[in-house]
Nanobody
């Protein structure tokens, strides 16, 4: 069992930056593909970014490519999402999730989820 706890959300002005962290419990963190998803008010949950178990591969939604960077530190059981050049449309609750399915895009293939952290970008 993996438990995930996100932190680092908050209120920021457009153009600003935030770094989200997701701390995982358990000894098997390094065997999971890790992803970040978000849900904006009135919208479905959407894929943001993912990183392979050893950090060798990263994947991004087109809407965040070039602005967000996902990384992980397996020694600290933590995955990060560095968010730069934030836009009001990035406002959402951000969730980290763990998958051992090998597929990164579909939320239903992620087995473990955090509780989410709110990111609000003001214009």
């Amino acid at each position: 069992q993996v438990q995930l706890v996100e932190s680092g959300g908050g209120l920021v002005q457009a153009g600003g930056s935030l770094r989200l962290s997701c701390a995982a419990s358990g000894r098997t963190f390094s065997s999971y593909l890790m992803g970040w998803f978000r849900r904006a008010p009135g919208k479905d949950r959407e894929f943001v970014a993912a990183i392979s178990y050893n950090g060798g591969n990263t994947y991004y939604a087109d809407s965040v490519k070039g602005r967000f960077t996902i990384s992980r530190d397996n020694a600290k059981n933590t995955v990060y999402l560095q968010m730069n050049s934030l836009k009001p449309e990035d406002t959402a609750v951000y969730y980290c999730a763990a998958s051992n399915s090998g597929s990164y895009y579909y939320p239903e293939l992620y087995r473990h989820w955090g509780q989410g952290t709110q990111v609000t970008v003001s214009s």
